[in-house]
């Protein structure tokens, strides 16, 4: 795909030297990218994944640190794209605590979780549907006090305690 051989041109282009590459979306002969990058031997590479296990599987064979959308899924489901991301990791010889997991998480602060809701419900509600419709997996699309109290948004008063559930 688009999305491997871009991952293949970046690399190239950190090592400081001059890309090559033909693929069967891009080709490239002897170009050099300047600046080069100062963290050597290069910069952490992190890869969004949330549509297949080929992505979180081809995310953990590059070495590559992972970034995810937990609120997407049920529990279960993340856990095993999880799983099929440490896989990945092993056959690239990397154990899992090698490599770093990123979740993206909404917060919002409101004076009350109730107002939470009124204030960013129908945000959340709009952004979930929306990407339920161009998502290629199956999203959970609940209310916004649903993901609330499910822990999948942060939401409520800087004066009550609210936090993840430690399965997401």
């Known amino acids: ?26 080709q490239y002969e002897d170009i050099r990218v300047l600046p080069v990058p100062a963290q050597r031997p290069a910069p952490p590479f992190w890869v969004a994944a949330n549509r297949s296990d080929d992505t979180y599987r081809w995310a953990g064979e590059q070495g590559a640190h992972l970034l995810i959308l937990p609120y997407m899924y049920e529990p279960e489901v993340l856990r ?13 010889g990397l ?35 929306v990407a ?21 948004v942060i ?3 800087d004066r009550k305690s609210t936090r993840l559930n430690s399965s997401h």
């Open 155 to 157: 939401a409520g008063s």
């Open 1 to 26: 795909s688009s999305d491997l051989e871009s991952a293949e041109i970046i690399r190239q282009a950190w090592s400081g030297k001059p890309i090559s590459f033909r693929g069967t979306h891009y």
């Open 132 to 152: 339920a419709e161009h998502s290629r997996v199956q999203m959970s699309t609940r209310s916004a006090a649903d993901q609330i109290a499910q822990g999948k």
């Open 80 to 92: 095993q794209a999880i799983d099929t991301y440490h896989l990945g990791l092993e056959r690239a």
């Open 95 to 129: 154990a899992p605590f090698d490599r770093d997991v990123l979740g993206r998480v909404y917060i919002y602060v409101a004076d009350s979780e109730a107002a939470a809701v009124r204030e960013v419900g129908p945000y959340l509600e709009h952004y979930w549907r």
